[in-house]
Nanobody
């Protein structure tokens, strides 16, 4: 099993940047593919970004492509989400998720492990 703890959320003006971190427990972090999801009030949880176990493959949702970058440091058991040029519509609770395996996983139901979430609020 793995436990996930997100950090780095906050209040930022439109056009600004934030970097989210997700720290994982356990010795087998590099066995997991990782994803970032977000959930805005009244909306379903949606996929944001994915990274393979070795960081060699990434995938982004269209609304964040070119603005967000997912990365990981397996030596530190941490995955990051660098968010640039933030927009009001990026306001949401952001969650990291983990799943054992090597496949591209985009659906929230396919991830077994979740963090508690971190709030990102973008003001105009």
């Amino acid at each position: 099993q793995v436990q996930l703890v997100e950090s780095g959320g906050g209040l930022v003006q439109a056009g600004g940047s934030l970097r989210l971190s997700c720290a994982a427990s356990g010795r087998t972090f590099n066995s997991y593919v990782m994803g970032w999801f977000r959930q805005a009030p009244g909306k379903e949880r949606e996929f944001v970004a994915y990274i393979s176990w070795d960081g060699g493959s990434t995938y982004y949702a269209q609304p964040v492509k070119g603005r967000f970058t997912i990365s990981r440091d397996n030596a530190k058991n941490t995955v990051y989400l660098q968010m640039n040029n933030l927009r009001r519509e990026d306001t949401a609770v952001y969650y990291c998720a983990a799943e054992i395996g090597s496949s591209l996983i985009l659906g929230p139901d396919e991830y077994d492990y979740w963090g508690q979430g971190t709030q990102v609020t973008v003001s105009s």
